[in-house]
C-alpha cells in the first residue's frame, strides 16, 4: 500500500510540475481596427489578460469609441476645456512632440481629412471617387495642430474650432503594443514573446527575424526581412493598406495635411524600428508623406532605424541590415 501510495505521489507531481512548466502560447484577437497575436512563453495562460489590456487601451484613446479621450476632445465646443488624467496628458505630450519633429508629415490633428476621403472605419472611400477640391481645402483648414492648445500644467486641452478633431490611430498601436510588452515582461515575468497589432511589433526577452509584406503585388511572402532586436520595436506603413484606383491614380489612406491628398512622395512602404513603440509607428507615416531623402534624415535625427520602399522598387535602408527575397526589389 505504502510503495502504491508513493507511486500515486510521484504520478501527482510529475502532472503538476508538468502543468506548471513554461509552454509556448498565442493569444489572438481583434483591437483597433487590426487583428492581433501575441507568442509567447509562459506556465500560465495569458490569453484573457492581454485582450483586456488592449481593449481598455481602446476605450481610453480610440477615436470610435464613447467617452475616450479623443472622443471627448472631437465632441467638444470650442475653446471649452477638457480635463486630461496625467497618463492622457503624457501621451498627448509625445503625439504633439513628434508632430512637430515630422514638421506635420505625422499629423493627429488629420481626422477631418481622413473622415472627407473616407478612410475612417467603416473605410468606405466616397464610393472610391476622389472628394471635390473645394471641399478638400476646407477640411485641410480644420486639420491643423495650430487649432490645439496642450497644457501640460494644468493637464488639460482646448481647441480653437469646433469642428477640429484628432485621431491617434498613426501611433497608438505602437503604444499599444509597448504596453502589451511591459505587462508580459514586467508584471508577469515572461521571458519571450512577440507581440503583433497591425503591423506593429514588439520584440521581447530575444531577437527575431521579421518580414516586411511587399508593398506591390508579389509571388513571395515578404519583400525583405530583418532582425528585430530585443526590446525594440517596428511598425511598417504603406499605400497598399487601404486604397483604391481612379482614373489611374492610386488614392491612399496616408493622407499629407500639407496638400490635403495622399501623399505622394514617392515612398510606398516604411519600416521604421525604435525603443519606443509610439514613436515608431508616427515615423512610420511620417516617412511615407515625407519621402526617402527627408525621411532617412529625420530617422537619424530620432535614433531610429529603418528601411524605406520607393515606387521604383528600391529600398533605402537606414542603419539596418535587409536581407531582400523578392528581387524585383533592390538595395539602393
Not at 164 to 190: H, P, S
Not at 200 to 207: D, H, K, L, N, P
Amino acid at each position: 500500500m505504502r510503495k502504491l501510495a508513493a507511486i500515486c505521489m510521484l504520478i501527482v507531481l510529475v502532472v503538476c510540475l508538468a502543468a506548471c512548466a513554461p509552454a509556448e502560447r498565442t493569444a489572438r484577437g481583434f483591437s483597433m481596427g487590426s487583428e492581433y497575436y501575441v507568442n509567447y512563453t509562459s506556465s500560465a495562460d495569458l490569453d484573457a489578460e492581454i485582450a483586456d489590456l488592449l481593449s481598455s487601451i481602446e476605450e481610453s484613446f480610440s477615436v470610435k469609441v464613447d467617452g475616450s479621450l479623443t472622443a471627448r476632445i472631437n465632441a467638444a465646443s470650442k475653446d471649452e476645456v477638457i480635463s486630461l488624467t496625467s497618463e492622457e496628458t503624457q501621451l498627448l505630450s509625445d503625439v504633439f512632440e513628434l508632430s512637430k519633429m515630422t514638421d506635420g508629415a505625422f499629423n493627429p490633428a488629420i481626422l477631418p481629412l481622413v473622415k472627407l476621403w473616407g478612410f475612417d472605419p467603416p473605410y468606405e472611400m466616397n464610393g472610391k471617387v476622389p472628394p471635390m477640391e473645394e471641399s478638400i481645402q476646407v477640411a485641410k483648414e480644420l486639420s491643423s495642430m495650430s487649432l490645439f492648445d496642450l497644457n501640460t500644467s494644468l493637464n488639460s486641452i482646448v481647441k480653437s474650432r469646433s469642428n477640429a478633431a484628432l485621431d491617434l490611430g498613426a501611433a497608438i498601436k505602437g503604444y499599444a503594443a509597448n504596453r502589451v510588452a511591459d505587462f508580459l515582461l514586467q508584471e508577469k515575468g515572461v521571458s519571450e514573446a512577440l507581440v503583433y497589432l497591425g503591423g506593429t511589433i514588439a520584440a521581447v526577452g530575444r531577437s527575431y527575424e521579421i518580414g516586411v509584406t511587399p508593398p506591390r503585388d508579389s509571388d513571395e511572402s515578404y519583400a525583405f526581412r530583418f532582425t528585430l532586436e530585443e526590446g525594440r520595436t517596428c511598425a511598417t506603413s504603406g499605400d497598399y493598406e487601404r486604397f483604391y484606383i481612379y482614373n489611374n491614380t492610386r488614392y491612399h489612406h496616408i493622407l499629407d495635411a500639407n496638400t490635403g491628398y495622399p501623399a505622394a512622395s514617392g515612398v510606398i512602404s516604411a519600416t521604421v524600428v525604435h525603443s519606443n513603440g509610439l514613436i515608431a509607428d508616427a515615423l512610420a507615416t511620417a516617412v511615407v508623406v515625407l519621402g526617402a531623402e527627408k525621411g532617412a534624415a529625420l530617422l537619424e535625427k530620432c535614433g531610429a532605424t529603418g528601411a524605406i520602399v520607393t515606387s521604383e522598387k528600391r529600398i533605402v535602408t537606414c542603419n539596418l541590415t535587409v536581407t531582400v527575397k523578392d528581387k524585383s526589389y533592390e538595395i539602393a
